[in-house]
């Protein structure tokens, strides 16, 4: 009810008018103004210090003593009511109505519909309006421009202040109890700030008008034994291109939620121990900056089916769910240079949303992932700092188009640093990875076409880690100091591994169940037990890999089919290349240098080639192979070997073709041990320690056109084997026999070149059934060829020149065949015979003719050709002659010897003895067989004896050796020519006699 009664009016000016608001207006508005030009100057982030905390009403003027409602008019009429409703009624647009205290509460709703007017309060004491249980609305505003501010407003079903209307203030109110506090329902530009908002079932503040400010408001929901209250909001946004800054909003279901609108900022506000901090549903092109938001019970900045938001610079930290959660399509939003830090759940989710770019983010001790993504496509994750995330930092799964670039993950103790898993066609690049709790720096699993390059993975289990992943290239990464293995393929196909760079790993690279890869140009040092592994793996190629330091260079267990091409491995502490339990494996064209074991290792494989590397230095053998089957080494250069070029053991039909095996320090150059039909041809094998080839325990093996010289002791040397062949090798300047053989049955030792070697030329003891032929021996420092302790042995056709002592030497042998050797320049006995009482008929040819020794009693006898004998008993013709020896000095030694009569006058043979004084005597008798075409002689040892035919015989044909007959046919015919040529001279120089002749007469 309006009092007429006029009082002094403090807010009148000295002329008798009251002063108008219009001005004060004015310089509201641009108070606000400024503050929203200092709100972008400086990332919204201002405080509103004049207008105080907020519910405080510092700064209003007190009103009369009398509690009243007093209105004052824009011309300057004043009045005064005892309920609110009236005066704002009375009101006309600039009025200003002023609430006292009046009983301490005002029960009724207050509606307002004239344009510009304020209802204030003073300071002391702000009045209450109070909807006591039963009215909907506390002050429902239907007007523009309207300020109401200093109230205590509450108990209302609706809400405290209901908003339609553009360019209303509401400010620095109590707001308690109410269903709802502030609802703008319509509207452009309303601002509502410095309110205290508490107790309300639904939403602190809500607006659906446009243009709105909602600032430097407290917003507290309920809550009962420290749980939110379900369904309420602090701040609810369904309008449009509102402000939300400065504002402290806690204990709610959703602290800011923003439905079914755009273009709204939610700025520098403190959101704490709500449900979710701020909610975005159905909203977009929103821009949620700066905030602080803690303690958040589920998530700390939601959105779903939210497009083009942009999330930047928030502190989102203490939650115990998820920091942002983007789900359901929500695409196209950017989270940008937020700080997330002690969230129990994941720092950033993804999920079934298309385009959101999440870069320059701090994440820090998430208890989940710190970033993770999920069904989605073209996710950017990049250049973000994330460290001691619980479970991986950075997860795509089944993502596709994405990148995950230029981050930095440290201090995990986590499963894995970056996730792609079921991720495919994405690009992993210029990460920086370093921690020493994960297991898996980078992890790509039944992922295809991804692109992992340029990184740095530092201290970790594994760098990266391929599972079930196919067509991904892995390049130019660097890792370091991986305690498992710097990147693992496990059941991979396909992929490309190239150009990364490995230093201090547990290994380099690793394949388990790995197929169809390729690994080349990567650089490994120092991985202390494998460069490169391959377990039960196939056709991969690796390729051009420099390896230094590892413990094994490469090593491969179970594989087949793969290419090991033009690697580098050095200083290897086990063995450059192993290879264990595989199959039609290539070695080709690698370098290894200084293996303190092998150069290359096979160990129960088939089917392998090794061609064409280049082994230096290794500690025991340039190439090692056991218990294999087939294989071949293939013009391998191995040089300096501690203990063997090539050993090859318990093996079966390897080929060892065309190596060239220099400077073995401690052993010898090739050695088969226990190996069966192999194949050792075309090698090269120079300055041996011990033999240039070595067989033991073996069988049909061919040793074949190899070039052995300058070996410390055999060139080459077979014990305890059966069945070899030994053909067509040139073997030189060894320090012992050129080939040595013992304990050995049935090997052939043919058409070898042997010269200057130290011992002797062939060296056969303790064996059986030996076939040497024809070989050439010459130069030798001991017996041309050397049968000791031997049966069965055939030696025939060999060319024996310069052999010292000895040309032929059997002894404790039986049942040896030597005949139609050539043996010449010896500067012992050309055949020594010694305690060999098993010499069989025709067992010995020697001489120049055709003489046998049948059989003997003298335990060592020598046998040699006469080089100089001389001339014939006249009116006989030599056939051929020999010396023979008593060695044990007996003086009652006899010899049976034979020779042959075919082609000659068996009445006209005789065999003679050259006696002291170098005259023939003949007093042997021979014993002619007829049948046979043979005469046999019984003869005292340690003279020489010719065998003549009577000079004359036509029928004789002398049996001599090919050198020899070619010299007398030679001779005879230079006889016949000379003489015709003497006989012609005569003819010329008588007939030009008796022409001068005639001439004088």
């Known amino acids: 009810m309006a009092n007429s009664s006029h009082r002094t009016n403090p807010y009148r000016r000295s002329n008798g008018k009251p002063s108008r608001l219009p001005f004060r207006r004015v310089v509201g508005v641009l108070a606000v103004v400024g503050m929203l030009v200092l709100l972008g100057l400086h990332g919204m982030h201002a405080v509103a210090d004049a207008q105080g905390p907020p519910g405080q009403c510092a700064g209003v003027p007190d009103v009369p003593e009398d509690p009243m409602v007093f209105l004052e008019t824009e011309d300057g009429q004043t009045a005064m009511f005892s309920e609110i409703q009236p005066a704002v009624d009375a009101a006309t647009p600039g009025s200003i109505i002023y609430v006292e205290d009046f009983d301490g509460v005002y029960a009724e709703s207050v509606t307002v519909t004239t344009d510009d007017i304020t209802i204030t309060s003073g300071e002391t004491i702000r009045p209450v309006l109070d909807g006591g249980g039963g009215l909907d609305i506390g002050f429902d ?26 360019d209303n203030e509401i400010r620095k109110h109590i707001i308690e109890e109410n269903d709802d506090g502030i609802t703008i329902y319509s509207g452009e530009r309303n601002f509502i700030h410095t309110n205290l908002i508490t107790d309300h079932v639904g939403h602190g503040i809500a607006d659906a008008g446009q243009e709105s400010t909602i600032r430097h408001n407290q917003v507290t929901g309920p809550h009962q034994a420290g749980l939110v209250s379900q369904g309420t909001v602090g701040v609810l946004l369904e309008g449009s291109n509102a402000l939300v800054t400065e504002n402290d909003i806690h204990t709610h279901w959703n602290g800011v939620s923003i439905e079914t609108t755009s273009g709204n900022t939610v700025s520098s506000n403190e959101l704490s121990s709500n449900r979710v901090g701020i909610n975005l549903e159905e909203a977009s092109d929103n821009t949620i900056s700066s905030n602080e938001v803690s303690t958040s019970t589920e998530t700390g900045i939601s959105l779903e089916w939210s497009e083009g938001n942009l999330i ?31 969230n129990d759940g994941t720092g950033v989710v993804n999920d079934w949303s298309d385009d959101t770019i999440i870069t320059n983010n701090t994440l820090e001790d998430s208890g989940g992932f710190g970033i993770k993504a999920a069904v989605s496509t073209n996710i950017s994750v990049i250049s973000n700092s994330v460290s001691a995330s619980h479970v991986s930092a950075i997860e795509l799964e089944e993502v596709t188009v994405s990148s995950i670039e230029g981050n930095t993950i440290t201090d995990h103790v986590a499963l894995a640093g970056i996730v792609l898993n079921h991720a495919d066609d994405n690009v992993v690049s210029s990460n920086h990875i370093d921690s020493s709790g994960l297991t898996v720096g980078i992890y790509v699993g039944f992922a295809t076409d991804n692109h992992v390059f340029n990184n740095s993975v530092v201290d970790v289990g594994r760098g990266i880690l391929l599972e079930r992943a196919s067509q991904n290239d892995l390049y130019d990464n660097t890792l370091v100091r991986s305690t498992l293995s710097g990147i693992r393929l496990e059941h991979a196909e396909g992929n490309y591994i190239q150009s990364n760079h490995f230093s201090d790993a547990s290994s380099g690279v690793s394949l388990g169940n790995a197929t169809n890869n390729d690994i080349k140009e990567n650089v490994i040092e120092g991985a202390n037990e494998v460069g490169i592994y391959a377990g039960i793996s196939s056709m991969n190629r690796i390729e051009n890999n420099i390896i230094e330091r590892p413990g094994s260079g490469m090593m491969l267990i179970q594989t087949s089919d793969n290419l090991i091409l033009q690697n580098t491995i050095e200083d290897a502490t086990q063995s450059g290349i192993s290879l264990e339990l595989s199959t039609s494996d290539t070695i080709g064209e690698n370098t290894i240098t200084d293996s303190t074991r092998h150069g290359i290792y096979l160990d129960n494989s088939s089917g392998f080639t090794v061609s064409r590397n280049q082994i230096a230095d290794a500690g025991l053998s340039g190439i090692h192979v056991e218990y294999a089957t087939g294989g071949r080494l293939f013009m391998n250069t191995i040089e300096d070997p501690l203990t063997f070029g090539v050993r090859v053991q318990a093996s079966v039909g390897t080929e060892v073709d065309a190596n060239r095996v220099r400077r073995v320090s401690g052993g010898s150059g090739i050695v088969l041990e226990a190996v069966s039909d192999a194949t050792v ?48 090798n040139v073997i030189n300047r060894n320090g012992g026999y050129g080939v040595r053989i013992s304990h050995d049955d049935g090997t052939r030792i043919t058409s070898n070149s042997i010269a200057n070697n130290r011992n002797g030329g062939i060296n056969v ?62 500067d012992g006995w050309d055949i020594r015979i010694t305690e060999s009482p098993g010499v069989t008929p025709s067992a010995i040819d020697v001489g120049t003719g055709s003489f046998t020794v049948v059989d003997t009693d003298i335990t060592d006898l020598g046998i040699a050709s006469i080089t100089e004998p001389p001339a014939p008993p006249s009116g006989m013709v030599s056939i051929g002659h020999l010396s023979v020896a008593d060695l ?3 003086t009652d030694s006899t010899l049976l010897i034979e020779f042959t009569l075919a082609g000659i006058d068996q009445d006209s043979v005789a065999l003679w003895r050259l006696t002291d004084d170098g005259t023939w005597l003949d007093d042997v008798e021979l014993t002619i067989d007829a049948d046979r075409g043979t005469a046999t002689a019984v003869v005292t040892a340690q003279a020489s004896y010719g065998l003549f035919a009577m000079d004359g015989d036509e029928s004789r044909q002398p049996v001599v050796g090919p050198d020899e007959d070619g010299v007398v046919g030679m001779v005879a015919i230079i006889l016949v020519i000379s003489l015709l040529l003497v006989l012609g001279l005569l003819v010329y120089l008588l007939r030009d006699a008796s022409t001068i002749g005639l001439g004088e007469r």
């Open 141 to 166: 505003i239907q007007a523009d421009e309207v300020i109401v501010e200093c109230f205590v407003v509450r108990g209302f079903t609706d809400q405290a202040f209901s908003v339609n209307g553009d």
């Open 681 to 728: 041809t075309d090698n090269t094998v120079d300055r041996s320690n011990e033999w240039g080839i070595g067989m033991q325990f073996g069988s049909g093996t061919t040793v074949a056109d190899n070039d052995i010289s300058r070996s410390g002791n055999d060139g080459i040397f077979i014990i305890e084997s059966a069945g070899h062949t030994v053909t067509d």
């Open 888 to 890: 044990t000095d007996a």
């Open 765 to 826: 003891e303790s064996s059986n059934n030996i076939v040497v032929n024809p070989n050439v021996i010459s130069d030798v420092g001991g017996p041309g060829i050397l049968i000791e302790d031997t049966s069965a042995a055939t030696l025939d056709s060999n060319h024996i020149t310069n052999s010292s002592e000895v040309g032929i030497w059997v002894r404790h042998s039986d049942d040896i065949e030597v005949h139609a050797n050539v043996i010449s320049e010896v």
């Open 312 to 342: 930047q610079g928030n502190t989102i930290e203490r939650g115990e769910g998820d920091a942002v959660y983007i789900s359901h399509q929500s695409h196209g939003n950017a989270i940008i240079a937020n700080t997330i830090s002690e």
